[in-house]
Structure formats: structure tokens, C-alpha cells
């Protein structure tokens, strides 16, 4: 049985180092395409603008009054990845040779009307970003800025209401929006190569409420050589809001919680499995006939098939196949795979890796329901392929139909989403039923090492403090409390605009939660048989999955006490996909918790002599 349990995963292994090449090999920046001639044209786009505090609520650069390009709109083919995060990329008439300074290059005169007016009194009230692209890399600014002046002489650049044009607000201020009409961009190169680009914006001009107003757009561009690799390049869009002192002393601080936490449950479960042991011995040696007590008392009853099997295979099959996808997007990120501004690498590698994966799925949770049983394994499969993916695809049914309400870019077209429905159908649907398959064929019997009696024994009554939901907040807390800062981090970037590149932080991170969930997970199993109730199945996974709460219990305080999001889109999109995400982290956590009590239950039982 051990020999053909390693073999199932040599395979699994295999196929994992394989995906994570392939992955790393398409994710990697190709030097070839990077390279230019004095003088020669490189494309310039400009992508989306957003309100700063609304990072999802992304609209097409041209959905304000700027100059248009003299040939139309030209939009940038983009990869799977940039139409998920909502890149429209469009070719501008922004001019900046290889290796040639601009001076003050006229864009356009441009005059726009009223309404267009009050368009950017708008944007600029709610501090619009724009994202720009040469040669693949990114660079952003604001489109203007807002200054509040008051009677007794004080100003200052507060955000305005959303009530276009200058006029009085809250305290007796007025106003007044200017128009960033200049840029100026800093490109540095080595060789025939760009290296970093950056802009910043020069010479505003008023936007008054009147009925038109004639703009003249201009541009500078600088070069200056350096010696910095192109292969490194993206190392200089690295955040420094990372690498503070906090952040490293929060890792720290985690690493001291889970060797202390570990040694602690190590030390007290040994001790008191070792009195137990004793204890029991010398039961039998001083009276035969005793009856047992304890966690010994429910020998013949700890191994009882939990209810709903079908639905706890599928459970363990999505978790284990959870845990390959993230161990994989970990692995190729600590190789750089997903630099700053990847167009959505991590994107696809996520859609990519859970159709390849979804044999996992049904492999684990065939070969479970099997050993449990299990009679309506066609019925397992289809559980374990839409366990999950519906309830996500239920949610982004939702939060694209307000995306299409609200008209922005990161709304999926039609054919996008016929793509990734492609793929699932295609590739990880049937990658789920060849899975289950095989996972029924080599599942073999349960390894018990107590027999399971007939008849299930009685349960007593037990305090309303060691029931479940308080079992929950004990097993969900500890985790958390490891890993609460690092998702602060994670929330900045994923939510906001800094650039997560500590990815061997972010594992570190993630090896302490397994450890941790599986330690409280093993504890409270422990005590749990040791109150006499058998019913271990459901709670350990239960428990490990607890962290799960936690952490949408912290996404709504960041939500509305760390961040400045408003407005129905952006808590559609928050909290509809964090919800997503930490059903997903259920789902992992919770089938680490039930393994590592697995093993444990069947170890102090194998040891344990039984009649």
C-alpha cells in the first residue's frame, strides 16, 4: 500500500517540475525584442485611468477629453492575462526616439466644451491615474491636480466633493482644478537597450467653468545612460514600501510564533500522550476487566466514516489541488517569473495551472471517496470539478455584470470568457475524469489500525466551550496572528497600487501558516478524542479551514478603516472575489488541518494495543 501510494505521486511530481519550466520559459522577458537602433521608434500607449482610491474602477485612456491620435484609435494586442486586469492599451501620437532628447514636442492644441470640462473637473476631484507603456514598461502620474482656497487666505490641495466645477465647499473654500498639460519623461538605456523610464507633469493650466477651453498638450523627453543590466531591469520598479524594518521584524515575529507554538504542542502532546500510555498500561496489568476511558475508550469508533462523504472527498480532492497550485506559483515566483508590471502573468499561470491540476482533484478525492465507501463516484467527479468553480463563476457573473454596467475596461468581453470557459471545458474538466479514474483504480482499502465496531457508541454531552464554533476561533486566530501583517502587505498591492516582489517572504509566509494550522488542528483533534467524541472527520477540516474567516473578517476592516475605496464597483469587485479567495483558502487550510490529524489519529492508535 505505502509503495503504490509514492508511486501515484511520482507522476504529480513530475508533471508540477515540468509546468513550472514551461511556466517560467513563457513568463521570461525576451531580450530580442528589446533591442533598438539611434533614433528608432518605439511605440508608446497609453493604457487606463482610474481614481487613485479605486484601483478596480479602470476606464479607457480616451473616455476623458485627450488629444486623440491623428490615426484613430489603435489598440495593442494584448495577452489573456492584460484583458483579465483590463488593459486597453491604445498606440498615442507621444514621440520619443531611441536615444534623442525632446524639447518641448507639441502633442496637440486641443479645445474641448463644457461638458468635457466639467469631465475633468471630475476626474481631477477624484485624483484620476493613468497608466502609460514604453516598451513594455509602465509608467504613471496623475492627470491634475485640485486646491482649496479659503476667505482668510489659506489653500491647500484637498480632494473635492463630486460636484463639478469651482465653487464652495464645506469650511467657505472654493475650488480650483488644474490640468497637468506637460510631461516630462526621464528614459535611461544601456547599449541599445531601455532600461527605466519615469514621468513627471509640468505646467497646469486652470480648467474654469466656462463654456470651452483650448489646451495645448506638450511633451520633454531626457535620456541618460547607465550601466544597470537589462536582465535586471525590473528590479528598479521594486516597491520600498516592502522592505521596511516593520515589515521584516512582522516576519520575525512569525518565526518566533510557530517554533514557539510547535514546541509548545510537541512537548505537552508528547507528555500527555506518554501519561496516557502509561496510564493504560497499567490499567491492564492491574485489572483485565477495567474499562477503558479516554481517547483508548473510542478505539473502535475513531475510524467511522464521517457523513457526507462525497461532498468531504471532493473537499480534500480541491484542497490538495489548491495546495499544487500555489506551491507552483510560488516556486516560479521565486525565479522572477512575475516581475512588476507583467501583464498579467500570474493571471494566466493561475487559469493555466488549475486546468492542469484538476487531475489532482480527481484523483485525491476519487481515491478518499473510494476508501470511504464511496458508491457514486460519477457523482464525486462532478462535485470536485464545480465545487468550487461555480460559486466563482456565480460571483464573476455578478461582478461583471456591474462592470458592464459601469462601463469600464476590466469588464471581460464575450470571447474572453468563452476562452476561459474553453479551457476549463477542454482541459480541466477532462483532466478531472481521467483523475477520478485513476484514483479509483489504485485507492485500495482505508488504512485503519483499530477495527471499527458495528454499532456507533454514545456521546456525551459536551460543554458549550468545547464545541465547534469556539473550536473554530481557537484554530482560525493562531494562524491569523501569524500572517495578519504579511496580508496587509498582500492588500496594499493587490488592492492598491505598490508592487509585491518578495515572494521568498511571501513563501516563508506560507510554509508558518501550514505549520501552525496543522499544529492548533492536531491540539484541538487531540482534545476533542479525549472528550470521547469520535466525530474527528468534519472538525479537523472544519478548523484548519477556520483562518479562512478570519481573514474576510480582516478584509472588511481593511476595507473600510485602511483603505479609501468606495462606491458599488469597487465593493463588488472587493468583496465578491475576497470572498472567492477565502473560500479558496478554506478549502487549502482546512484540507492540511484534516491531513495532519489524519496522520496523527493513526499514529497514536497504531501504537496503542487494543483488543
Not at 508511486?7 to 525584442?33: D, F, G, H, M, Q
Not at 466514516?305 to 480534500?316: A, I, Q
Not at 516560479?332 to 486546468?355: C, D, E, H, K, R
Amino acid at each position: 500500500m505505502v509503495s503504490l501510494y509514492a508511486l501515484s505521486y511520482r507522476p504529480l511530481l513530475l508533471a508540477l517540475v515540468i509546468v513550472s519550466t514551461i511556466l517560467l520559459a513563457c513568463n521570461a522577458e525576451s531580450k530580442k525584442k528589446h533591442t533598438y537602433e539611434v533614433g528608432e521608434d518605439i511605440p508608446f500607449y497609453v493604457n487606463n485611468i482610474h481614481p487613485y482610491s479605486n484601483p478596480t474602477e479602470t476606464y479607457e485612456y480616451y473616455s476623458l477629453p485627450f488629444c486623440p491620435p491623428k490615426g484613430g484609435l489603435v489598440y495593442k494586442k494584448s495577452k489573456l492575462g492584460e484583458r483579465i486586469e483590463g488593459d486597453k492599451a491604445v498606440l498615442s501620437d507621444y514621440k520619443l526616439p531611441f536615444v534623442q532628447d525632446v524639447k518641448n514636442a507639441k502633442l496637440c492644441d486641443h479645445t474641448i466644451n463644457r461638458e468635457q470640462i466639467k469631465k475633468f473637473h471630475k476626474a481631477i476631484s477624484q485624483y484620476y491615474y493613468f497608466e502609460m507603456i514604453y516598451d513594455d514598461l509602465s509608467l504613471f502620474g496623475f492627470i491634475g491636480t485640485v486646491e482649496t482656497l479659503y476667505p482668510d487666505g489659506r489653500n491647500g490641495l484637498e480632494s473635492a466633493p463630486s460636484i463639478f466645477g469651482g465653487r464652495l465647499v464645506e469650511g467657505g473654500g472654493t475650488n480650483i482644478y488644474y490640468l497637468f498639460k506637460h510631461l516630462d519623461f526621464h528614459i535611461e538605456y544601456n547599449g541599445n537597450q531601455v532600461i527605466k523610464i519615469n514621468v513627471t507633469s509640468d505646467k497646469v493650466q486652470e480648467l474654469k467653468d466656462e463654456e470651452s477651453a483650448t489646451i495645448t498638450f506638450t511633451y520633454s523627453a531626457t535620456w541618460t545612460k547607465t550601466d544597470f543590466p537589462f536582465e535586471r531591469r525590473r528590479e528598479l520598479y521594486t516597491d520600498d514600501f516592502f522592505s521596511g524594518e516593520i515589515h521584516w521584524l512582522s516576519i520575525m515575529n512569525s518565526v518566533v510564533l510557530v517554533i514557539l507554538l510547535t514546541g509548545f504542542l510537541a512537548i505537552i502532546i508528547m507528555r500527555v500522550l506518554k501519561a496516557d500510555y502509561s496510564r493504560y498500561a497499567r490499567a491492564e496489568e492491574e485489572e483485565d476487566d477495567q474499562e477503558d476511558y479516554g481517547w483508548k475508550l473510542i478505539h473502535g469508533d475513531v475510524f467511522r466514516f464521517p457523513p457526507h462523504k462525497n461532498l468531504f472527498s471532493s473537499f480534500l480532492g480541491i484542497g490538495a489541488q489548491f495546495m499544487c497550485i500555489i506551491v507552483t506559483i510560488l516556486f516560479t515566483a521565486l525565479f522572477g517569473a512575475y516581475y512588476p508590471n507583467n501583464g498579467g502573468n500570474m493571471y494566466t499561470s493561475a487559469i493555466v495551472l488549475y486546468a492542469l491540476t484538476s487531475a489532482v482533484s480527481g484523483f485525491i478525492g476519487a481515491r478518499m471517496y473510494k476508501q470511504l465507501n464511496g458508491e457514486r463516484w460519477a457523482w464525486n467527479i462532478i462535485l470536485t470539478a464545480t465545487l468550487f468553480g461555480g460559486p466563482f463563476f456565480l460571483s464573476f457573473a455578478f461582478v461583471n455584470s456591474v462592470a458592464i454596467y459601469y462601463k469600464v475596461t476590466v469588464s471581460l468581453p464575450f470571447l474572453t470568457i468563452l476562452e476561459v470557459l474553453a479551457i476549463w471545458a477542454f482541459v480541466g474538466f477532462p483532466l478531472t475524469v481521467l483523475g477520478g479514474i485513476g484514483g479509483r483504480r489504485v485507492a485500495g482499502t482505508f488504512e485503519a489500525p483499530c477495527r471499527t465496531k458495528n454499532f456507533p457508541r454514545e456521546i456525551h454531552p459536551i460543554q458549550w466551550y468545547r464545541r465547534l464554533p469556539f473550536q473554530m476561533i481557537m484554530a482560525g486566530f493562531l494562524p491569523f496572528s501569524a500572517i495578519y501583517i504579511e496580508l496587509f502587505y498582500i492588500y496594499s498591492s493587490v488592492w492598491g497600487h505598490a508592487t509585491y516582489t518578495l515572494y521568498h517572504i511571501l513563501f516563508l509566509v506560507f510554509i508558518i501558516l501550514n505549520i501552525v494550522t496543522a499544529c492548533i488542528t492536531i491540539a484541538l483533534t487531540y482534545f476533542q478524542l479525549s472528550m470521547e467524541d469520535h466525530r474527528w472527520w468534519w472538525p479537523a477540516f472544519i478548523n484548519g479551514g477556520s483562518t479562512g474567516i478570519f481573514i474576510y473578517a480582516y478584509s472588511i476592516f481593511y476595507y473600510f478603516y485602511r483603505s479609501r475605496m468606495s462606491g458599488l464597483l469597487q465593493a463588488s469587485f472587493y468583496f465578491s472575489y475576497m470572498l472567492c479567495i477565502c473560500y479558496f483558502f478554506f478549502i487549502l487550510l482546512g484540507t492540511v488541518g484534516f491531513s495532519s490529524s489524519l496522520v496523527f489519529v493513526r499514529r497514536i492508535y497504531r501504537n496503542l494495543k487494543s483488543e
